[in-house]
């Protein structure tokens, strides 16, 4: 696990706003990237301020990997617009950017 300091709660819910752009419940933007790794899906996810812009339905989109919408659920977990469930592995701040790194649960 990379070294980094506390980030305080995590964002409750991410929707996305453009490919690799998402916007939380504050209005704050988030750079998503999708990894894989060993056939396990992660998705890499800063905070970074970025102009919104309009947001793209999501039949705008490209296919993707990853969710229309992140909700915070029960523990260190999210659930997906797919219903698929999303485990954290980190929340940290790395050199002053606020990072949290999901896994898709496999099975979900």
Same mark, same amino acid.
Do not use: F
């Given at each position: 696990?990379?070294?980094?300091? =506390?980030?305080?709660?995590?964002?409750? +819910?991410?929707?996305?706003? /453009? &490919?690799? #752009?998402?916007?939380? $419940?504050?209005?704050?933007?988030?750079?998503?990237?999708? =990894?894989?790794?060993?056939?396990?899906? +992660?998705?890499?996810?800063? /905070? &970074?301020? #970025?102009?919104?812009? $309009?947001?793209?339905?999501?039949?705008?989109?490209?296919?993707?990997?990853?969710?229309?919408?992140?909700?915070?659920?029960?523990?260190?977990?999210?659930?997906?617009?797919?219903?698929?469930?999303?485990?954290?592995?980190?929340?940290?701040?790395?050199?002053?950017?606020?990072?949290?790194?999901?896994?898709?649960?496999?099975?979900?």
């Amino acid at each position: 696990m990379a070294q980094g300091g =506390e980030a305080g709660a995590p964002p409750v +819910r991410l929707w996305v706003r /453009r &490919v690799g #752009v998402y916007c939380d $419940e504050h209005r704050k933007t988030w750079l998503v990237a999708a =990894e894989e790794e060993e056939g396990m899906l +992660r998705a890499r996810i800063q /905070r &970074v301020q #970025v102009p919104l812009g $309009e947001a793209l339905r999501p039949s705008q989109l490209p296919p993707s990997r990853l969710p229309h919408m992140w909700q915070l659920s029960q523990g260190e977990q999210y659930r997906d617009s797919n219903s698929r469930v999303w485990e954290i592995e980190h929340h940290l701040m790395l050199g002053g950017v606020e990072e949290l790194l999901l896994k898709l649960v496999p099975g979900d």
